[in-house]
């Protein structure tokens, strides 16, 4: 009887025992359960409280949104915008093909958006498409690239005489340089060689701005004394579909039978196109190249003597300028018709400060 009830006792032990491992267990997995789905919501809610209203939404269309240029641009409008509860989207950067900027104002007229920033040019189209939006309620300023035709709210841009009058003083100190040269190893002026420079322009494009800029540059040398015996100018088309046609737009500059001796370019794409060709046809000290955009690596060539000067635009200006315009239009009904950007002239003078200045936003 004492071994029976033994064995009773004995059970009831093991089966509360094995209860107890159990429940303990369902314990351990609902508390596991429960961690897991409080996280789940804590991320959700978080997800809703990050979740911001904007009072406007604005677009930016360029021709090729990863140049550091319009990079820098968008950063400087993004920046502005945000400052007055605006969203601007880069339009075009999350989608899987490249479309043109043509297609790009389409997708952003369908999408009603409340403005359209786009570096324009003069082609019929361009026209249609600006005044389609503008009679749909959707304000449009031009970027970089104008068109006139059209009823565009604004137009922000950079001085293109400006350019041009820095471009020619550049030239002109390196045709002061030749004279030196020449003198000291011809001793006589008859048997000077006449300066090339090639002006690189967009191939497809009727932009006013390019022709300011050359009209200026000749005007400068003019001015400064510089005689048509001294230099030639040869304005060169250049294909600017795509990196890759710019390429051999200019490698065709380099294997042509006289290669310049200054080339300008007057877009960051040409500039780097340039002094790769420069360097990977051994013409580093031969060919002089008078750029556009303050890029590191336009810098850097610089520094090292591959890039003679370039021009460099207060970008984050222009992106401002870009929102000050739609703001003031919803504001006030109106705006200013031009906004013109600051330049400066970077050249081996200056280019450590601005090596320096490089160095420190990357720390």
Request: glycine share 4%; proline share 1%; with cysteine.
């Amino acid at each position: 009887m004492d071994t029976e009830k033994y064995v009773e006792n004995n059970n009831k032990i093991r089966r509360s025992s094995l209860l107890l491992r159990i429940t303990f267990f369902f314990i351990v997995i609902i508390i596991i359960l429960s961690i897991v789905i409080f996280n789940f919501f804590m991320k959700d809610f978080r997800k809703s409280s990050e979740f911001k209203v904007y009072d406007k939404y604005f677009v930016m269309i360029t021709n090729n949104y990863k140049l550091d240029l319009w990079q820098s641009i968008y950063r400087g409008a993004f920046g502005a915008a945000k400052e007055e509860n605006i969203y601007v989207d880069l339009l075009g950067k999350d989608f899987y093909e490249n479309y043109s900027c043509e297609d790009l104002m389409k997708i952003a007229i369908a999408s009603k958006v409340d403005g359209i920033i786009v570096s324009a040019n003069e082609s019929e189209e361009m026209t249609e498409l600006i005044q389609d939006a503008t009679a749909k309620g959707i304000p449009v300023v031009t970027l970089y690239g104008d068109n006139t035709k059209s009823d565009r709210l604004s137009f922000v841009g950079v001085g293109s005489y400006n350019i041009g009058r820095e471009y020619g003083r550049q030239i002109f100190d390196i045709i002061k340089g030749k004279r030196r040269e020449d003198f000291i190893e011809s001793e006589t002026m008859e048997e000077r060689e006449t300066m090339q420079i090639s002006v690189l322009v967009n191939k497809d494009s009727s932009d006013s701005g390019q022709n300011i800029i050359i009209s200026a540059l000749q005007e400068t040398l003019s001015q400064e004394n510089a005689t048509n015996s001294e230099f030639n100018i040869t304005i060169v088309p250049i294909d600017n579909k795509n990196a890759f046609s710019v390429e051999e737009s200019i490698r065709d500059i380099f294997i042509s039978e006289r290669v310049p001796d200054v080339i300008v370019c007057l877009n960051e794409q040409n500039t780097i196109c340039a002094y790769q060709a420069v360097v990977d046809f051994n013409k580093v000290g031969e060919v002089d190249i008078l750029g556009y955009y303050d890029s590191e690596s336009i810098v850097n060539a610089i520094d090292r003597k591959v890039v003679y000067a370039t021009i460099s635009i207060d970008t984050e200006q222009m992106g401002k300028y870009c929102i000050d315009a739609l703001s003031d239009y919803y504001t006030y009904g109106n705006t200013n018709q031009y906004y013109t950007a600051d330049i400066k002239l970077i050249n081996k003078s200056n280019v450590a400060k601005y090596l320096e200045k490089g160095e420190k936003e990357h720390e």
